[in-house]
């Protein structure tokens, strides 16, 4: 059995439907639903159960011996991403709780850091596990921080020669897209938006530069397909002699730009643009420029060559956005 935090969610549902897919085993998930519609997001799976996250300790206990790993994709919660004690207490708290009870139990423990991490770009992307290089980043959020913080207190446990889970993966993912993301409209990518706006004769418009290296529009991303994130994580899940921080991207960046052209393409239609300033609570904290260094990913094996941005909006827009059912 695989237990899912945050399973409902973009991610965690998606990785729910890879785990079933291909016939891995039982499935139980961990969320809050309230009033939203990310319940839609695992109306298709076959579930063992789904638990609220004050429970989930006392259910952990008592199918520890049925458990083949624990994925914590961060069971989201309704708070406030400003509220810094909140996410202090589920972000690093839970995450922490979560981790030295596969530690005790010897169960693997997959957990979703961020590339935000990264900060403005300036040192680069290098999913590196050493505790220097860690410590050099510097976050722009305090989200990314938080997550920080546990890479850091993770590695440290480790070279303290601490007991540990028998493997452990942290999760730096890039700009995933797919289904499944409609419920989370602050953070959902831009593909959807874009589509429904095509959709009722609108524009949507793209952010403005203030970067003169960049013109409006070209600000870059590494866009990668959530179907391949998912094929990714699961592999490493397959192979329990790997452990460590993973950059889950493709590698090659691609303007916003880009997306919309590829959005209109798959809708064989004329693309159109129009831009708006930055909103000026992301300015001075806004990145021109992410793209994932793979190089680690590559050398442990994982070989597979990654969905290009226009088979991935096509993919998306016809399989998904297009039909009276869009969920996966």
């Known amino acids: 059995m695989y237990v899912i935090t945050g ?11 890879g785990i079933e897919e291909r016939g891995l085993g039982e499935i139980t998930i961990v969320d809050r639903f309230q009033t939203d519609d990310r319940w839609r997001n695992i109306a298709k799976r076959s579930l ?55 530690s005790r139990h010897q169960v693997p423990f997959i957990y979703d850091s961020t590339a935000g991490v990264y900060g403005d770009g300036s040192l680069g992307f290098k999913d ?28 440290d446990t480790i070279n303290r020669g601490e ?37 009722n004769g609108k524009l949507f418009p793209l952010f403005k530069s203030d970067n003169p290296s960049y013109k409006d529009g070209e ?22 002699e790997i452990s460590g921080l993973f950059n889950i991207g493709t590698g090659c960046a691609r303007t916003y730009a880009d997306v919309l052209r590829s959005v209109y393409a798959a809708l064989d239609e004329k693309p159109e643009m129009d831009f708006m300033d930055l909103p000026l609570e992301i300015k001075g904290k806004y990145q021109y420029f992410t793209q ?29 956005l297009e039909t009276p059912d869009p969920y996966k």
């Not at 590494?222 to 329990?240: Q, R």
């Open 219 to 240: 600000q870059m991303r590494d866009f990668m397909w959530i179907e391949d994130t998912v094929d990714v994580i699961l592999w490493l899940v397959s192979h329990p």
């Open 292 to 320: 994932a260094d793979i190089q680690k990913l590559r050398a442990v094996g994982y070989t597979k060559p990654f969905t290009t941005l226009e088979e991935g909006v096509s993919k998306y827009v016809k399989n998904y």
């Open 128 to 155: 590196s596990d050493s505790a220097q290089e860690l410590a050099k980043l510097r976050p722009m959020s305090a989200l990314a921080w938080t997550k920080l913080f546990l890479d850091r207190k993770i590695i």
């Open 48 to 102: 063992r159960d789904i638990i609220f996250p004050e429970k989930i300790f006392e259910y952990l206990d008592n199918h520890a011996s049925r458990i083949e790993a624990v994925f914590h994709i961060n069971y989201t919660g309704f708070f406030k991403e400003e509220n810094v004690d909140e996410l202090i207490d589920e972000r690093i708290h839970l995450t922490w709780q979560l981790w030295s009870w596969c």
């Open 7 to 17: 399973g409902a969610g973009f991610l965690g549902s998606n990785i729910a439907a």
């Open 163 to 199: 007991t540990v889970p028998p493997q452990w993966i942290g999760l730096r993912c890039f700009n995933l897209y797919g289904p499944n993301e409609y419920h989370n409209t602050r953070h959902q990518s831009v593909i959807p938006r874009i589509y429904h706006a095509a959709k």
